[in-house]
């Protein structure tokens, strides 16, 4: 049982870790890619249950219960830190397409073209407007008292510090571009960012669309609420 508990566990690890790696270097599609995040999960989770009946129940020799500890830690790490990354995002609305105005959503300019080959539109349709009224119903325009050029160069830089890949940056139109890449799957989303002249300051709006998947599991509206915390705290 020891000896299964190690196999199950490197085989978990294996496909938790490996399907994304493989994905973002173009091995293999997103089917296989997300399809090895789930199973190996599972194989990961059996792996656990198998190495604390062992530890519990059985007397493993010295160097056996090693094995044990050792599979009993990369199969909670590999079993359950995807199951408590991914819960958060689960009562998300199934959306891809996030922005503090559905009524009038900041275009893209600068990274339409970067987006050619991708398989989600820009376009923002009516469905999406009401899932995400019903689901983020506090993201909102931000009104700041700065003038627009001032917030333009403020986004730009709480971008840049967000990690962000910025596209553009325009005081003349109010409009900051960028790409945030994420850390696991190495997904590519899009933001905008759109500043006008408001009385006695600036209203601001954001829109954060990925490229791929038909649903974020609430990635976007967290980027959103990210970027409008930090933006408001430094204008």
């Known amino acids: 049982m020891a ?13 938790v870790i490996g399907g994304p790696v493989l994905y973002r270097v173009g091995a ?3 089917a296989v890619g997300l399809l090895g995040v789930p199973l190996g999960a599972l194989l990961a989770l059996v792996a656990l249950v198998l190495s ?3 530890l519990v129940g059985g007397r493993p020799t010295p160097s056996g219960r ?10 909670a790490l590999t079993g359950l830190g995807p199951v408590l990354l991914v819960a958060p995002g689960l009562r998300a609305p199934a959306i891809h397409d996030v922005t503090t105005d559905p009524d009038d959503p900041p275009r893209f300019e600068a990274i339409v073209p970067l987006r050619a080959d991708a ?3 820009l376009e923002y349709p009516p469905d999406t407007a009401a899932a995400q009224r019903d689901g983020y119903p506090e993201l909102a325009t ?10 333009v160069e403020r986004a730009r830089s709480v971008a840049t510090d967000l990690g962000w890949t910025v596209v553009a940056a325009d005081p003349t139109t109010g409009r900051v571009e960028a790409s945030d890449t994420t850390f696991w799957f190495g997904f590519v989303d899009d933001v ?3 500043i006008r002249p408001a009385s006695g300051g600036s209203e601001v709006d ?3 669309v990925s490229r791929v998947g038909g649903g974020d599991l609430g990635a976007n509206a967290a980027r959103i609420r990210r970027f409008l915390e930090r933006l408001r705290a430094g204008v």
């Open 28 to 30: 293999v599609g997103l």
């Open 142 to 151: 931000m009104t700041l008292s700065a003038d627009p050029a001032a917030v």
């Open 52 to 54: 604390a009946i062992v």
């Open 66 to 75: 090693g094995v044990v500890l050792g599979a009993c830690a990369l199969s």
């Open 206 to 208: 954001v829109r954060s």
């Open 192 to 194: 905008v960012v759109r």
């Open 3 to 15: 000896r299964w508990a190690a196999r199950l566990a490197a085989a978990g690890a294996l496909l």
């Open 119 to 121: 398989p989600n539109s």
